[in-house]
């Protein structure tokens, strides 16, 4: 309260004072200072457990004003309280204790604590308080990493694999889960071990399997508690399957060849170690050894009803070739495979065919023109060309040749995929009733099919840097169909951007406004006897996003409304800015003109008030009568 004392003089001269009366009672608090540290931090040990702890301490000896506390904690062991990228803050404004969570097992962590007191837009942080070191405790690992099956034998197997991304313990020790058959949920096991480590490589060898078998394998990681003895497991390891192969009596027996001008029948018996005859299938290949690399050329399949004899045509003359044949047990389980090697005939014909010549070719053909010499056979005469056989293979594919005859020129090969390399052999059959022979195949030739639009770019996205720059990424498509140009990206009110990368930087854009953009792919290829040409692909969804808010103009034409002026209140008014920039929120700041400390009074806006033409109003009230204040406002938007 406030109380005035006058004073006076009575008539005998003598001064008296007069108290006056007593103002109305009023009550004001003092701001909030920066509080002491937080007192005697511990873990109280019953509640530690792997994944959690809770700490104690004792409330500031001088919190000056509401206390938020900040638990700082970080992985290691520490004696100075830094907070660096690592380190994790939780707030709360509860009393002691805290619990932790989420904390990774088997791990060293440094807890402390700080009071906080908030005063405007201020934050007084006190001293950190003690530092505590804990350990949390063991559990079960995660998964064992990437399991692998490096070595088979007709009786053995090696597995290996990578530790735990989280060992959440020590001495973890591995179970190797064996069972016949081709299953992928794991449920029981015949063997255990206790896996050796080599690095951050584990590796077993599992002896005395059955010779062509299917099998299936899994490891769990385990941990064991000290505490009570208890076994901590991991989830299981994805399921690898694998077939152990064929001793020496698995493999086809009794190979032999027979050589005829241009090609060779392959003959053999079945092996005697086979407990499914009726269901297995043979893989029979040859290899053109006098090639560097040694070069696959062909391949048949088999079936084991079937007899057991193969025939290649269209072999190089006076050329050594390597024969191998393999046994399929059921589900891809093969044997390993028996070699053969043999030698064709010297060449009968003079001359080769020539090399095909491309007539024309478009995305998914190729038409061809084809000459093969007729006549001048060594020693023979009258032979003449029955019909021409093609083959033809995607290049540097591996893939056996696929087969075409024909008995005109031009040829079309169809069915080819677009932008497509294909390598492409002629050889020439004559007549049989003279002859019965074949031409040396034709050098080879190599064409590639033209391309086709490619699919949409994949995976679009966006990162957004500041309130005026975004960057979109991108995946090539899944099928490019030919050699990419460029790409180009559309965004309404932007127009075309182009890259020649898989990503674009967006700049000058509009803060807080929506943008709708795709992506799309141009690809380029050389017809025959034409310029180059460009096919745009597949246009890839659309995509929305919004830039972040930034800093808005200032408000505009701030006014008192004087009508509205009373004794302890008045009307301000102003106009948006002229670039909100965003969804503007108003601070008024008012004071009493040269002294005093500024009132401050948060006004959100609503949607219509970021339009120019409307104007906003706000009333302050509580003003001192007869007061001469100065007031303006700033517009704010938060990111």
Not at 184 to 212: K, M, Q, W, Y
Not at 479 to 495: D, E
Request: glycine share 4%.
């Amino acid at each position: 309260i406030v109380q005035a004392l006058v004073k006076h003089t009575l008539t005998s001269g003598r001064e008296q004072p007069l108290w006056g009366g007593k103002s109305l009672v009023r009550s004001f608090t003092t701001l909030q200072g920066k509080p002491s540290p937080p007192r005697n931090l511990r873990v109280i040990e019953r509640d530690l457990t792997s994944i959690s702890v809770t700490v104690d301490w004792q409330v500031p000896v001088s919190p000056n004003g509401r206390n938020t506390y900040v638990i700082n904690y970080r992985v290691g062991s520490y004696t100075v309280a830094t907070v660096t990228e690592d380190t994790k803050q939780k707030y709360t404004r509860a009393v002691p204790p805290y619990t932790l969570s989420g904390l990774q097992p088997f791990t060293v962590y440094t807890v402390w604590v700080q009071a906080i007191n908030y005063e405007g837009f201020s934050s007084l942080e006190s001293e950190p308080s003690n530092l505590e070191t804990f350990k949390t405790l063991i559990d079960a690992p995660s998964q064992p990493q990437q399991l692998q099956v490096v070595d088979t034998q007709s009786t053995s197997v090696r597995l290996q694999w990578r530790p735990p991304l989280h060992l959440n313990g020590v001495n973890t020790k591995y179970n190797i889960m064996l069972e016949e058959g081709r299953s992928v949920n794991p449920h029981t096991h015949i063997n255990e071990f206790l896996a050796v480590i080599d690095g951050n490589i584990s590796n077993v060898t599992i002896t005395n399997l059955r010779e062509l078998n299917w099998y299936s394998a899994w490891i769990v990681a385990v941990n064991v508690r000290e505490t009570d003895g208890k076994q901590l497991t991991s989830p299981p390891s994805d399921v690898k399957v694998f077939g152990t192969p064929g001793g020496p009596l698995s493999v086809p027996r009794s190979v032999s060849s027979y050589v005829s001008d241009a090609s060779v029948v392959i003959t053999w018996e079945a092996p005697l170690n086979l407990r499914f005859d009726s269901n297995i299938r043979y893989h029979v290949s040859y290899y053109n050894t006098s090639s560097n690399p040694i070069e696959q050329i062909d391949y048949e399949y088999v079936s084991g009803t079937e007899n057991k004899l193969v025939t290649f045509y269209y072999l190089q003359p006076s050329t050594n070739y390597r024969m191998k044949i393999k046994v399929d047990v059921g589900y891809n389980l093969w044997t390993r495979p028996v070699t053969h090697d043999f030698t064709t005939e010297t060449e009968k014909m003079s001359q080769p065919c020539n090399t095909p010549s491309v007539a024309q070719k478009s995305t998914s053909s190729v038409d061809l023109t084809l000459y093969c010499p007729s006549g001048d056979v060594a020693n023979l005469n009258d032979c003449h060309i029955s019909h021409y056989s093609i083959k033809y293979r995607m290049h540097n594919s591996g893939n056996r040749f696929m087969k075409r005859d024909t008995t005109s020129s031009p040829f079309q090969l169809y069915s080819l995929l677009p932008f497509t390399s294909y390598e492409i052999r002629l050889t020439a059959v004559y007549h049989p009733t003279y002859c019965n022979i074949f031409s040396s195949p034709s050098p080879r030739l190599i064409v590639k099919t033209d391309p086709v639009a490619p699919t949409a770019p994949r995976n679009v996205r966006e990162t957004t840097i500041n309130a005026r720059d975004v960057v979109i990424q991108w995946d090539v498509p899944e099928y490019v169909n030919g050699t990419v140009s460029r790409y180009r990206v559309g965004y309404i009110n932007g127009g075309y951007l182009s890259s020649t990368s898989t990503s674009i930087h967006l700049t000058d854009l509009k803060p807080y406004t929506s943008y709708t953009y795709i992506v799309q792919t141009l690809v380029k290829h050389f017809p025959k006897n034409a310029s180059e040409q460009h096919l745009w692909g597949s246009k890839s969804l659309e995509r929305l996003f919004t830039t972040l808010q930034a800093k808005p103009s200032p408000p505009g034409n701030l006014r008192v409304i004087e009508r509205s002026l009373t004794s302890t209140s008045a009307t301000v008014k102003w106009q948006a800015p002229v670039s909100p920039n965003g969804q503007n929120s108003y601070i008024i700041n008012y004071r009493v003109d040269g002294v005093g400390t500024c009132t401050i009074v948060i006004f959100p806006a609503n949607a219509s008030q970021k339009e120019m033409d409307v104007s906003l109003y706000y009333t302050l009230s509580g003003l001192q009568p007869f007061t001469s204040y100065t007031v303006w406002v700033q517009a704010v938007n938060k990111e």
